[in-house]
């Protein structure tokens, strides 16, 4: 069974602190991993990941992938208020028929204070 | 351009009935997908929709199911509901049909069975 665990669960940090989420995955037929952020309801996407050991950023975030060893981070640098959230994990998998499935892992909850 | 939208944001059903939720994509998009979240479980794949036809299911019971119509739109459908039916229930859809171009999600709805 495909399964996506995320560590840890939960992180406080102050504002400007750097943090590091990570995400281990045991997936058959992957074909990306993706980063999403969800504050409310939607969660709102963030990074898709296919190549091994190539860094994406966008602004204060990063992320990369370890296809080897089956795991990618998520790093946020310069923290800020507005960077609280849970942020979620996802592996697609091809699933057959020309559907690839989601598997998420549980959420990082991370709460940033002043 | 709008969003993934999905109707109504919150529902109050009791145990024993049904419930239809809806769901309009991005427009253009022509795979729409389902997931439920729960704090105790995370997200979870429902089922994929792609041009009319379902593409994949999760391990949900036969409770619940859904349908695409031809202008992309999707519904899901929950009967005979139980108290652990209670989530939040997202959509999400994406342009190509493949995970490959990452999913937009909607704002949800909210069900709680009372």
């Known amino acids: 069974e495909d399964k996506v665990v995320q560590s840890p669960l939960s992180l406080v940090v102050h504002e400007g602190d750097t943090v590091t989420l990570n995400c281990s995955y045991e997936?058959?037929?992957?074909?990306?991993l993706l980063w999403y952020k969800q504050e409310k309801k939607a969660p709102t996407f963030l990074f898709m990941l296919?190549?091994?050991?190539i860094e994406k950023k966008s602004g204060r975030l990063s992320s990369i992938l370890d296809k080897k060893e089956l795991f990618s981070i998520l790093n946020i640098t310069a923290t800020q208020t507005g960077d609280s959230a849970v942020y979620l994990c996802?592996?697609?998998?091809?699933?057959?028929?020309?559907?690839?499935?989601?598997?998420f892992g549980k959420g990082t909850k991370l709460s940033v204070i002043p | 351009k709008a969003g993934v939208t999905q109707t109504p944001r919150y529902l109050i059903k009791t145990r024993g009935q049904q419930v239809t939720l809806s769901c309009s994509p991005i427009?253009?998009?022509?795979?729409v997908s389902w997931y439920q979240q729960t704090p105790g479980q995370g997200l979870q794949f429902l089922f994929e929709?792609?041009?009319?036809?379902?593409?994949n299911k999760g391990n949900f019971p036969g409770r619940f199911s859904g349908r695409q119509f031809s202008n992309s739109r999707s519904e899901m459908n929950v009967s005979t509901l139980e108290l652990g039916d209670s989530a939040l229930y997202l959509c999400?859809?994406?342009?190509?049909?493949?995970?490959?171009?990452?999913?937009?999600f909607g704002s949800g709805t909210r069900l709680t069975v009372v």
């Open positions: 296919t190549s091994s050991g």
């Open positions: 996802a592996n697609s998998a091809y699933s057959g028929a020309g559907s690839y499935q989601l598997t």
């Open positions: 999400a859809s994406s342009p190509g049909g493949t995970a490959l171009y990452g999913y937009t």
């Open positions: 427009s253009g998009h022509r795979s």
């Open positions: 929709y792609f041009s009319e036809t379902q593409r």
């Open positions: 997936v058959t037929n992957f074909r990306s």
